[in-house]
């Protein structure tokens, strides 16, 4: 459905991503993770057609990037990082905006715009001006704008970056409600529990690279399951196990309080770069 053959974005010396292989299939809710400067909005603006790769291939739907551009921008929908909305315009206006640049005949536009605003639960602020729009709302109604021409690839830099805990769930609500419905979702996020809750795959990126891919609890199972961390003075003590009897072994040993834990993603990219995710 998504498929990156050796995708590589140069920029003079820099290189933001260095040769992707990657397939992503259809159905799936796909998450690149990794930190900033890792090289995602640059792989997801080669796979939306809005910056050219440097060398290597992607295909949509069969459809390349960089030769079947009218096909490819039918078949999907994009999120952008940053909001892009038209602010002095309504919500409705800026939905309206879009049907007619995917050229969609008046009616079936007026038809989807209502559908759409609906679905995602702004009905009754359809005719107010975007610029008095929460950070929930405005992302809300840039996944409706998405949605307008029914694609069925879905683009999300960073859905829910700068939302509070609860707008953050109701997007992930909507989004995981968006791929029921038959949606293939492909998702950037530095946040780990993100991309944990909501992902079925993951692709760990670090420097433009692709360093882990796998199911959430595959990554994790890679890593040794069970995380040890032991306290004694300023040092901060911490181990992997595959198993807990493992762990407990190891925890009766150390000197000074433990945590025994289950491990989550950013243990996987601690353990695979030696940083956190968020540094
Ligand atoms: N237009 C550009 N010109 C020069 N460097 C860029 C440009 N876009 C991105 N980069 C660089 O490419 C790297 C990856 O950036 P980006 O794809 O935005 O990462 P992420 O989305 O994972 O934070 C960074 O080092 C960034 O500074
Ligand atoms: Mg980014």
């Given amino acids: 459905m998504i498929e990156l053959q050796g995708l590589a974005k140069h920029y003079g010396s820099i290189v933001a991503v260095a040769g992707l292989n990657l397939q992503i299939k259809s159905g799936e809710i796909f998450g690149l993770l990794g930190p900033n400067g890792a090289g995602k909005t640059t792989t ?9 790769p440097s ?4 295909l949509i739907n069969g459809y390349d990037v960089t030769r079947d ?7 999907i929908g994009v999120v952008p990082q940053q909001m892009n909305l038209d602010q002095e315009l309504t919500a409705r206006e800026n ?19 209502n559908e759409l605003l609906a679905y995602v639960e702004l009905e009754e ?54 791929n029921s419905e038959g949606m293939t979702v492909l998702l950037t996020t530095h946040y780990i529990e993100e991309a944990e809750m909501l992902c079925h795959r993951v692709g760990i990126m ?3 690279q692709l360093i882990a891919l796998g199911t ?25 196990f595959s198993c807990r009897e493992e762990a407990l072994d190891y925890a009766r040993k150390v000197t000074g309080n433990v945590l025994i834990r289950a491990t989550n993603l950013e243990d996987v990219f601690i353990e695979l770069t030696g940083r956190k995710v968020s540094d």
Avoid at 44 to 52: F, G, I, K, Q
Avoid at 55 to 58: D, Q, T
Avoid at 96 to 112: D, N, S, T, V, W
Wanted: hydrophobic share 40%; charged share 35%.
């Fill in 44 to 52: 997801v603006r080669m796979l939306t057609m809005l910056t050219r």
């Fill in 55 to 58: 060398s290597g291939r992607a």
């Fill in 69 to 75: 551009l009218g096909k490819v921008k039918q078949a």
């Fill in 95 to 113: 939905l309206e905006l879009h049907g007619r640049l995917h050229k969609m005949p008046a009616k079936e536009r007026q038809e989807r715009i």
């Fill in 125 to 178: 602020r359809a005719d107010d001006l975007v610029s008095k729009f929460s950070g929930g709302m405005k992302r809300r109604l840039m996944i409706a704008r998405a949605l307008m021409h029914r694609p069925r690839v879905l683009f999300l830099d960073e859905p829910t970056v700068g939302l509070d805990p609860q707008t953050r769930r109701k997007i992930w609500d909507l989004i995981r409600r968006m």
């Fill in 206 to 208: 670090d420097r433009g």
């Fill in 216 to 240: 959430p609890g595959e990554l994790k199972q890679k890593v040794g399951e069970v995380a040890v961390e032991s306290f004694a003075g300023t040092e901060t003590g911490y181990k992997l």
